[in-house]
């Protein structure tokens, strides 16, 4: 780690510490501290598979889960932009939504730099882009609706 730093994974230094900084971020924008991250983390890993409906069921059970689970919402309430394409400055629950964008952007684009070396001459899909998706849904749906040809 000395070495090559804790991201080796990455395909150069100025990567890597794009993606701790995003990492960063992520942690710096919540309103959870370590402790409550470390606490969450272990709780997740006691969740049948890591899976979301075993781990909001172990929440609801903890003597503190309630509380912390409130303290999320709250968190996510205090966004007052009025949408998502145009947030404000210094909104921190879209912060920290760029921050985890951003960092799955670059795990996503250096995956498809050192992922040819599972499969030589062959070329990986691009992950289906969600955005994209839910622009089709909506097309199809007035397209059935009638709406548009």
């Not at 598979?49 to 781990?55: A, C, H, N, P, Y």
């Not at 949408?83 to 964008?101: F, G, Q, T, Y």
């Not at 995956?111 to 969600?130: E, H, N």
Request: aromatic fraction near 12%; charge should be negative.
């Amino acid at each position: 780690m000395v070495r090559h730093g804790g991201l080796w994974i990455f395909s150069d230094a100025e990567v890597e510490q794009e993606v701790a900084d995003s990492i960063y971020k992520v942690g710096w924008y919540t309103t959870f501290n370590t402790m409550d991250d470390s606490w969450l983390r272990r709780l997740l890993s006691q969740s049948q598979f890591e899976e979301e409906l075993s781990f909001v069921e172990l929440l609801r059970a903890m003597p503190i889960g309630p509380s912390v689970h409130q303290e999320w919402q709250e968190f996510a309430a205090a966004c007052a932009c009025e949408d998502d394409e145009h947030p404000s400055e210094d909104c921190r629950v879209h912060a920290l939504i760029k921050a985890c964008e951003r960092y799955c952007q670059l795990v996503d684009e250096e995956w498809y730099k050192i992922a040819d070396w599972y499969k030589p001459g062959t070329k990986p899909r691009r992950p289906v882009d969600g955005t994209a998706l839910y622009d089709k849904l909506l097309a199809d749906q007035r397209r059935a609706r009638g709406d548009i040809p």
